[in-house]
T-cell receptor, first 109, second 116 residues
Framework: DAKTTQPPSMDCAEGRAANLPCNHSTISGNEYVYWYRQIHSQGPQYIIH???NNETNEMASLIITEDRKSSTLILPHATLRDTAVYYCIPGAGSYQLTFGKGTKLSVIP | GAVVSQHPSWVICKSGTSVKIECRSL??????MFWYRQFPKQSLMLMAT?????????EQGVEKDKFLINHASLTLSTLTVTSAHPEDSSFYIC????????????FGPGTRLTVL
């Protein structure tokens, strides 16, 4: 499995964009980059995933570098409800998710 | 999006008793279900993977005779913690994938188990 590096914690002002980086330099060619988040004492929530191209959905945007060694999850207008631990997970499919320590995002009023 | 439920949301039991946790996919057929365990301030650890109608595949270090998994239908999987002890106290989370959502895992809300 590809190893990931994420900052352990980040702060973001409410209403501003939250940019969460992830390094996955050992990612394989067939591995997607998945992003999940876990709000305290809840199950993880799927956010977005991508292979090569940038992706956008109603929750977030995912920017993947051309060499695929890193990616950035962007929450365009962070709210207090976005406070959570965000996990970046390379995987060939949904059956190969290995959760690391993630980034604890705190959205500050 | 796909919805996965768990029951109960929390349970307290005495040491030595068995506890069953249910995981249901409410609006899709889950060909594969996963069971995770999360200790305080730690990340999720996969315990086992089960496909409907087949025996579960357990991760290394997880006792299959202690954590019984049944995936008898495309919408229901159960995890039974047998002869629970205080060290089994944890947050148990299931997830499911299948159908048009084959490339995503949808997680349940989790079950908090406390063994006294």
């Amino acid at each position: 499995d590809a190893k990931t590096t994420q900052p352990p914690s980040m702060d973001c002002a409410e209403g501003r964009a939250a940019n969460l980086p992830c390094n996955h330099s050992t990612i394989s060619g067939n591995e997607y980059v998945y992003w999940y988040r876990q709000i305290h004492s809840q199950g993880p929530q799927y956010i977005i995933h991508g292979l090569k191209n940038n992706e956008t959905n109603e929750m977030a945007s995912l920017i993947i570098t051309e060499d695929r060694k890193s990616s950035t999850l962007i929450l365009p207008h962070a709210t207090l409800r976005d406070t959570a631990v965000y996990y970046c997970i390379p995987g060939a499919g949904s059956y190969q998710l290995t959760f690391g320590k993630g980034t604890k995002l705190s959205v500050i009023p | 999006g796909a919805v996965v439920s768990q029951h109960p949301s929390w349970v307290i039991c005495k040491s030595g008793t068995s506890v069953k946790i249910e995981c249901r996919s409410l609006d899709f057929q889950a060909t594969t279900m996963f069971w995770y365990r999360q200790f305080p301030k730690q990340s999720l650890m996969l315990m086992a993977t089960s496909n409907e109608g087949s025996k579960a595949t357990y991760e290394q270090g997880v006792e299959k005779d202690k954590f019984l998994i049944n995936h008898a239908s495309l919408t229901l999987s159960t995890l039974t913690v047998t002869s629970a002890h205080p060290e089994d106290s944890s947050f148990y989370i299931c997830s499911a994938s299948g159908g048009s959502s084959y490339n995503e895992q949808f997680f349940g809300p989790g079950t908090r188990l406390t063994v006294l």
